[in-house]
């Protein structure tokens, strides 16, 4: 049973920087294709980067590329989105997702529906 916790959300101001972990409890990240998606009051949930399982490919939404990172630590069987240079409309609930044994490159960012496995989420508050 794979089970995905979301921690490091916070309140930040503009320009500031968070880094939001996923852990995953049942299975080894090398099984792992994980998603970051956020969701803003009122607006539909976002994928924002995508980290595949085999290959370690990375890939980006637009709107976060060059500001967010995502990165893994295999020995501790959990996913990092680092978050630089954070602006108001970065603020949101952080979801991370997973996909189990998928072929999945992570060379277009899924859509929501395409994962199967969720986190809790962890809010993220960007204000001045």
């Known amino acids: 049973q794979l089970q995905l916790v979301e921690s490091g959300g916070g309140l930040v101001q503009p320009g500031e920087s968070l880094r939001l972990s996923c852990a995953a409890s049942g299975f080894t990240l090398d099984k792992l294709t994980i998603g970051w998606f956020r969701q803003a009051p009122g607006k539909e949930r976002e994928g924002v980067s995508c980290?595949?399982?085999?290959?370690?490919?990375?890939n980006y939404a637009d709107s976060v590329k060059g500001r967010f990172t995502v990165s893994r630590d295999n020995a501790k069987t959990t996913v990092y989105l680092q978050m630089n240079s954070l602006k108001p409309e970065d603020t949101a609930v952080y979801y991370c997702?997973?996909?189990?044994?998928?072929?999945?490159?992570?060379?277009?960012?899924?859509?929501?529906?395409?994962?199967?496995?969720w986190g809790q989420g962890t809010q993220v508050t960007v204000s001045s």
């Open positions: 980290f595949a399982r085999s290959g370690g490919r990375t």
């Open positions: 997702a997973a996909l189990i044994d998928s072929f999945a490159t992570c060379a277009r960012i899924y859509e929501a529906y395409e994962y199967d496995h």
